[in-house]
């Protein structure tokens, strides 16, 4: 499945933010990423019809099964760059903010192979 960047980086910090605090609503995604709470509603209505999250009565935003594949494998793929980069000597504030760039457009099988020759180093 392809999706943009953009939806990625949604997806990834709605997941961020409920693995943190345990509820997530627009206006918490609009304050992680600066972002209008408008732009946050017209992309969550965008998810809602595209089956990616749910919100309910209360306005508490969570990640369906779709929205939460698509989130667990970016919050991984960032995670584990973030690693490789720090092993490799980038610093650590430079290896979050590449790995933030680079997950979005690495292969999975670049990806896995990463994964793989880094495990045990």
Same mark, same amino acid.
């Given at each position: 499945m392809v999706i943009q960047e953009a939806a990625e980086m949604y997806l990834e910090t709605i997941l961020r933010l409920k693995n943190k605090t345990?509820?997530? !609503? +627009?206006?918490?995604? +609009? !304050?992680?990423?600066g972002y209008s709470k408008p732009t946050i509603s017209e992309q969550m209505k965008k998810f809602r019809e595209n089956g990616y999250v749910e919100v309910n009565n209360e306005g508490h935003i969570s990640l369906t099964?779709?929205?939460m594949e698509i +989130?667990?494998?970016?919050l991984e793929r960032h995670n584990v760059l973030g690693v490789i980069l720090q092993k490799i000597g980038v610093s650590k504030d430079t #290896?979050?903010?590449? #790995?933030?760039r680079i997950e979005h457009y690495?292969?999975?099988?670049?990806?896995?192979?990463?994964?793989d020759y880094f495990r045990d180093k």
């Open positions: 345990g509820v997530v !609503r +627009a206006v918490d995604i +609009a !304050r992680e990423m099964l779709k929205g +989130a667990e494998s970016t #290896a979050i903010e590449d #790995a933030c690495i292969s999975e099988e670049t990806f896995q192979c990463l994964k």
